[in-house]
């Protein structure tokens, strides 16, 4: 089988080796990983999640009667956290996630990247979204970059169209430099070229999956008392405060879902 998240990983390695505006990034502090995303539907082909966030200030969740307008209920006070990725004794800042196989299926004819590289093969869809998640790292350190409009205003939600655009102006530079063919070779495959290229295609991925390191809810140790209102529990807590080695695995994917590589297999980066 593949290691595919090997794979990306020694292309990000690669990619901001080559590419200027993007060798800010340290690639030592971002974890490849991959999470199931079904061929032909709705959802991201991969997704940039950064570890940096500090801690929030105190707050609750609270219900309201519809009649009324009066608080019925609460949570506890609580702040939101950010759990830490530790691998090798070094923290993890940024998390890029791929969906497989969708990410390895993306259409490239008739789409927005056809137009932005014309004449260019099909596998290069995949490169860009590799570049797109980078560049969604903020060079400033303060987790992801803020996305703005031509004016300069703040975007929530989706992308500027200047923003593709300079996706596409790193990935022609990258793919001007010439890299080696063994670090891109494995972009030019479908889900089906993979597997019958290599036998399988497996991404590594938290114990826990189908989770992943996400913010996380605390309760405060001294709750401030509100008389005539009940208190509803937060759920239980089910994400660990620390990620380490040791909750990192290895799952083989495929066509409808995933399964733990458990027996000795021999896996080609």
Known sequence: MINYTAALTRLVRDIVARVDALSFIDPDEVLVFGRFGRTGACGAFATCHTLGLPTSEPGYFFWRDRETGCVTRRSPWFVTKTPRVVLGGRDIRYLLS????????????????????????SWVARLDSVVHELYHIDPEQHGLRRMTSHDGA?????????????VAEFTTCYLESRPPEEIVEFLKYDFDGLVARYGGVAARTFRNYPSYPQRYHEPLDSQP???????????????????????????????????RVMSPVVIAA
Request: aromatic share 12%; proline share 10%.
């Open 98 to 121: 791929f969906a497989l196989p969708r990410f390895c299926d993306q259409p490239f004819g008739g789409t927005r990247k056809e137009l932005l590289y014309p004449g260019a093969p």
């Open 225 to 259: 008392a509100v008389a005539g209102v009940r208190v509803v529990p937060l759920d239980a807590r089910r994400q660990p405060e620390i990620y380490t080695d040791a909750d990192l695995c290895l799952r083989e994917f495929h066509a409808r879902g995933s399964r």
């Open 154 to 166: 703040a975007l929530e939600g989706h992308h500027s169209p200047e923003f593709f655009e300079r």
